[in-house]
């Protein structure tokens, strides 16, 4: 498909990026200032995508972030295929809190139940964590969010 990065089309979000993972390449066109000819854009394009509501001076930026989100969920792209899946806004929540080493930084220490060994207990933190940032930092995700069965029993 022919792509143009365009703030009139459609915002780019996660679900679009794993529909473009099935195309076999696209083509990008990206405008710079007023865009390009309404011709080309009627005769050519498939599809306008934009990052959100506002105005760049040109599409390569959108472009790179567009195919950036697309590659990362290529196979064998990232060291874990599964990585992806966890990551904001997949299941419709923003991601929870990350830990590295050491245990302890700042005065601050990683929650144990991290380091439990405890996959239950982890995926139920993880959750509530989710649940926490997404409620705080972008209520409208929460608002539009649906629990699987399990989340709705740890929600309860």
């Given at each position: 498909?022919?792509?143009?990065?365009?703030?009139?089309?459609?915002?780019?979000?996660?679900?679009?990026?794993?529909?473009?993972?099935?195309y076999?390449?696209m083509?990008?066109?990206?405008?710079?200032?007023?865009?390009i000819?309404?011709?080309?854009l009627?005769?050519?394009?498939?599809?306008?995508?934009?990052?959100?509501?506002?105005?760049?001076?040109?599409?390569?930026?959108?472009?790179?972030?567009?195919?950036?989100?697309v590659?990362?969920?290529?196979?064998?792209?990232?060291?874990?295929?599964?990585?992806?899946?966890?990551?904001?806004?997949?299941?419709?929540?923003?991601?929870?809190?990350?830990?590295?080493?050491?245990?302890?930084?700042?005065?601050?220490?990683?929650?144990?139940?991290?380091?439990?060994?405890?996959?239950?207990?982890?995926?139920?933190?993880?959750?509530?964590?989710?649940?926490?940032?997404?409620?705080?930092?972008?209520?409208?995700?929460?608002?539009?969010?649906?629990?699987t069965?399990?989340?709705?029993?740890?929600?309860?």
């Amino acid at each position: 498909p022919v792509i143009y990065m365009s703030p009139q089309g459609q915002t780019l979000s996660e679900s679009s990026v794993v529909d473009m993972t099935e195309y076999d390449g696209m083509i990008i066109l990206c405008g710079r200032y007023e865009g390009i000819d309404e011709r080309l854009l009627s005769q050519y394009v498939d599809m306008e995508i934009s990052l959100g509501d506002y105005v760049l001076t040109g599409g390569e930026l959108p472009a790179m972030v567009l195919m950036d989100s697309v590659i990362r969920r290529l196979p064998d792209i990232m060291g874990d295929d599964k990585s992806a899946e966890q990551d904001s806004f997949v299941d419709g929540l923003l991601d929870c809190p990350h830990y590295t080493k050491p245990h302890e930084f700042a005065g601050m220490a990683v929650p144990k139940v991290l380091l439990s060994g405890h996959h239950a207990n982890i995926a139920k933190w993880r959750f509530s964590q989710q649940v926490e940032r997404t409620q705080a930092r972008r209520p409208d995700l929460w608002q539009a969010f649906t629990p699987t069965v399990e989340q709705a029993k740890w929600l309860k």
